[in-house]
């Protein structure tokens, strides 16, 4: 049986490929929507993104919702000068004619974990988690429904991606991550110290443009332009592919591993605002909440992208 899921996504080049991966994986997940926040770029092209990345999959049949278009507390940040202006910069992209659902993302995800029966549907974020950590609070029932949420954030070891201490989605909404966090729901985290082990080599990249599909070209181009930001900043082989992360640990966990620990999110520091404090080493007697992903066989989450992706 596919697992039933939601994913929240804020698109974003990595975004995009972790919506390919999903929609691309049928016998593995069935994507009951996907709901866009603000994150990497302003609402209103999270959630027309998200329509794009449906569309280049064959799959405008997908439902696209948008949820919250500011952080609970905070001034949204947003991520131009890794994503270009759009979010999707690199290739050339049509608009997209597939319609935006009228429903509230938020309405969306308290109504689906209320109808599907409870345990059923794992919350997949890969953006900031304002929409999960709203619906939360708004219908604190839900939780208790929740099989487990599978979210890209944090990060311990790597340090914070766009603060020293902070990684970004988390850093944008620390308030919701907070929530989540303390929900009591499972959670298994992908923080930079994993996904910075998924590097898109020149290599890799080659093998997505190999596909000689339109989906394997514009995945190239999107990697060959969000690349050049990493390459910079960290002088590695290639960029760190995120949010796929999410996707391949529900199609295939044996490539992952880590562990079950207590991970809590600094909210009140200017210092290390969004910091994902993971207790590694179980130095204190907090409870674990989260499994805390730490390593990736690279070799084997890129075969797997490059063989979903060929089936679009």
């Given at each position: 049986?596919?697992?039933?899921?939601?994913?929240?996504?804020?698109?974003?080049?990595?975004?995009?490929?972790?919506?390919?991966?999903?929609?691309?994986?049928?016998?593995?997940?069935?994507?009951?929507?996907?709901?866009?926040?603000?994150?990497?770029?302003?609402?209103?092209?999270?959630?027309?993104?998200?329509?794009?990345?449906?569309?280049?999959?064959?799959?405008?049949?997908?439902?696209?919702?948008?949820?919250?278009?500011?952080?609970?507390?905070?001034?949204?940040?947003?991520?131009?000068?890794?994503?270009?202006?759009?979010?999707?910069?690199?290739?050339?992209?049509?608009?997209?004619?597939?319609?935006?659902?009228?429903?509230?993302?938020?309405?969306?995800?308290?109504?689906?974990?209320?109808?599907?029966?409870?345990?059923?549907?794992?919350?997949?974020?890969?953006?900031?988690?304002?929409?999960?950590?709203?619906?939360?609070?708004?219908?604190?029932?839900?939780?208790?429904?929740?099989?487990?949420?599978?979210?890209?954030?944090?990060?311990?070891?790597?340090?914070?991606?766009?603060?020293?201490?902070?990684?970004?989605?988390?850093?944008?909404?620390?308030?919701?991550?907070?929530?989540?966090?303390?929900?009591?729901?499972?959670?298994?985290?992908?923080?930079?110290?994993?996904?910075?082990?998924?590097?898109?080599?020149?290599?890799?990249?080659?093998?997505?443009?190999?596909?000689?599909?339109?989906?394997?070209?514009?995945?190239?181009?999107?990697?060959?332009?969000?690349?050049?930001?990493?390459?910079?900043?960290?002088?590695?082989?290639?960029?760190?592919?995120?949010?796929?992360?999410?996707?391949?640990?529900?199609?295939?966990p044996e490539l992952f591993s880590g562990r079950h620990v207590n991970v809590?999110?600094?909210?009140?520091?200017?210092?290390?605002?969004?910091?994902?404090?993971?207790?590694?080493?179980?130095?204190?007697?907090?409870?674990?909440?989260?499994?805390?992903?730490?390593?990736?066989?690279?070799?084997?989450?890129?075969?797997?992208?490059?063989?979903?992706?060929?089936?679009?």
């Open positions: 049986m596919p697992r039933k899921i939601i994913i929240d996504t804020d698109p974003g080049q990595d975004d995009a490929v972790a919506i390919l991966l999903a929609l691309a994986s049928p016998e593995n997940v069935e994507v009951l929507g996907i709901t866009a926040v603000a994150g990497n770029v302003p609402l209103p092209l999270t959630q027309k993104n998200a329509r794009i990345v449906c569309e280049l999959a064959g799959k405008p049949e997908t439902k696209v919702f948008a949820g919250c278009d500011a952080p609970l507390e905070r001034t949204l940040v947003t991520a131009e000068e890794v994503h270009g202006k759009t979010g999707l910069d690199g290739p050339a992209m049509a608009d997209p004619t597939m319609p935006l659902q009228d429903q509230h993302a938020v309405d969306f995800i308290i109504e689906t974990m209320r109808n599907e029966p409870a345990g059923t549907v794992t919350l997949c974020p890969i953006g900031p988690l304002t929409n999960i950590a709203t619906a939360f609070n708004r219908a604190p029932d839900i939780k208790a429904r929740v099989q487990e949420i599978v979210l890209m954030g944090g990060g311990y070891f790597e340090g914070g991606n766009v603060t020293p201490a902070a990684e970004f989605n988390i850093y944008v909404d620390p308030q919701a991550a907070d929530i989540v966090l303390r929900s009591g729901v499972p959670i298994t985290m992908m923080p930079l110290d994993v996904t910075h082990k998924a590097l898109t080599t020149r290599a890799r990249i080659e093998a997505f443009r190999g596909i000689g599909t339109e989906v394997g070209r514009m995945v190239a181009e999107w990697t060959d332009f969000f690349e050049r930001f990493d390459i910079e900043k960290y002088g590695s082989d290639g960029a760190p592919l995120h949010d796929p992360c999410v996707i391949a640990w529900l199609i295939r809590e999110v600094e909210t009140s520091s200017d210092l290390t605002m969004g910091m994902t404090v993971a207790d590694w080493w179980r130095v204190t007697d907090r409870a674990p909440n989260a499994m805390f992903i730490g390593d990736v066989d690279a070799d084997g989450f890129f075969d797997l992208l490059t063989e979903r992706l060929a089936r679009l």
